[in-house]
């Protein structure tokens, strides 16, 4: 669902997985874990920087399959174990000279039986383009990867 408040837009996504919050998170904050995972369908992600610490920072450069680069870079606001995460998102545009807003991404883990919902709100996008943009890189994560890295192992 995108939002829009204030001339922001604001993305939210719920996913539900077979696995007990605590994996989930880790899944989140374990460099080895995250990098099976991350990205779009077909994406290899190289994890150059990752201290999941609030002030921690991250970089993660994303592989397209055509070989072009994808580079996201921000800083942990707020590491709760198994409940919350909250870091800023921006991507890097080298030699661009477009200069981005940073986007803020929350985490919410919500214990379900013996499952986990996943709650991910992406906001302050500057328009509806960028978030539906977004929706699409974090279903293809999320509701593909992220899913068969839970429950299939994969």
Do not use: C
Request: glycine fraction near 10%; hydrophobic fraction near 35%.
């Amino acid at each position: 669902m995108i939002t829009m408040q204030a001339n922001k837009f604001t993305l939210q996504l719920n996913y539900y997985y077979k696995a007990n919050r605590e994996r989930v998170f880790q899944a989140w904050t374990k460099r080895e874990q995250l990098k099976q995972w991350w990205g779009p369908e077909g994406f290899n992600t190289t994890i150059d920087r990752m201290d999941v610490v609030e002030g921690g920072v991250y970089r993660f450069i994303m592989q397209a399959p055509n070989g072009s680069n994808h580079i996201i870079g921000g800083k942990y606001l707020a590491v709760i174990p198994n409940e919350k995460l909250v870091f800023t998102w921006k991507w890097e545009h080298e030699g661009s000279g477009e200069e981005q807003e940073d986007t803020v991404v929350t985490i919410i883990f919500v214990e379900q039986g013996a499952g986990t919902e996943l709650v991910v709100t992406h906001e302050n996008f500057s328009t509806k383009d960028q978030a539906e943009n977004h929706n699409n890189g974090w279903s293809s994560s999320l509701g593909v990867n992220f899913k068969k890295y839970l429950e299939q192992g994969v």
